[in-house]
């Protein structure tokens, strides 16, 4: 599988580390190349240095030829914009996006973006450790 990611933070180095050593063709891609520090140097996926919002970028980083998209960069409005692009102009079948605000992610699903919130993980998570501390009550 050919896979594009936007945003080489925590997440994204973690999942390009990931996929790579299952066998899947990666390409990240950061606005910042300090931002490619946190890959491990066997890592053997291709980094590039530019937006996810960018054409140039993304037809350099074969997003013609790509199964898949993720955007994981800092900033909803470039996630989905970015997402949107590779879905809409180029034709990615599968596009999943990081939306940090909950209500944000749930309108975006409704409108056909393959979404996930971080933040309400997080509520979930915390309320489940919250109440499992208190003893269920």
């Known amino acids: 599988m050919r896979v594009v990611i936007m945003g080489c933070g925590r997440v994204g180095a973690g999942l390009a580390e990931q996929l790579t050593h299952e066998g899947h063709e990666v390409t990240i891609l950061d606005t910042n190349a300090f931002a490619f520090q946190r890959l491990l140097p066997e890592f053997s996926g291709k980094r590039l240095v530019g937006s996810g919002t960018d054409d140039r970028t993304l037809i350099d980083a074969g997003i013609e030829q790509a199964d898949c998209f993720i955007a994981l960069a800092s900033g909803d409005n470039r996630n989905i914009l970015a997402s ?54």
């Open 84 to 137: 949107e692009k590779a879905k809409e102009v180029y034709g990615v079948k599968t596009v999943v996006t990081r939306v940090r605000d909950p209500l944000r992610s749930e309108l975006f699903a409704r409108l056909g973006l393959k979404t996930f919130s971080p933040t309400k993980f997080g509520i979930n998570l915390a309320h489940e450790a919250l109440v499992t501390a208190a003893g269920g009550q």
